[in-house]
């Protein structure tokens, strides 16, 4: 799915170009300042809704129901990078 700006805005509670997410929701931090395809990839692989980095993510954003799991997790399956929104696919069982 191909999203822009003013969908981000209205899913996630913010435009990632006005303001930015915080270098302390990502967890590859060159990311959070890099336009560089392999920094954004290593910001995906590393990037755990889970972990502190997550956390931090779900509190910056207005977001709710976003499930990362079928199991009840509240952690965002979504992450917006710079300009950038990539999806967090989930493990089926």
Request: charged share 30%; aromatic share 8%.
């Amino acid at each position: 799915m191909i999203v822009d700006r003013k969908w981000v805005e209205r899913n996630i509670g913010f435009d990632p170009v006005e303001r930015p997410a915080p270098v302390s929701t990502f967890a590859f931090k060159a990311a959070a300042s890099s336009a560089d395809n392999e920094d954004l990839r290593r910001e995906i692989i590393d990037f755990d809704s889970d972990a502190t980095e997550g956390r931090e993510f779900l509190a910056f954003t207005k977001a709710t129901g976003l499930s990362g799991s079928e199991n009840g997790s509240s952690s965002p399956a979504i992450r917006v990078i710079g300009n950038c929104t990539t999806w967090k696919p989930t493990a089926r069982n």
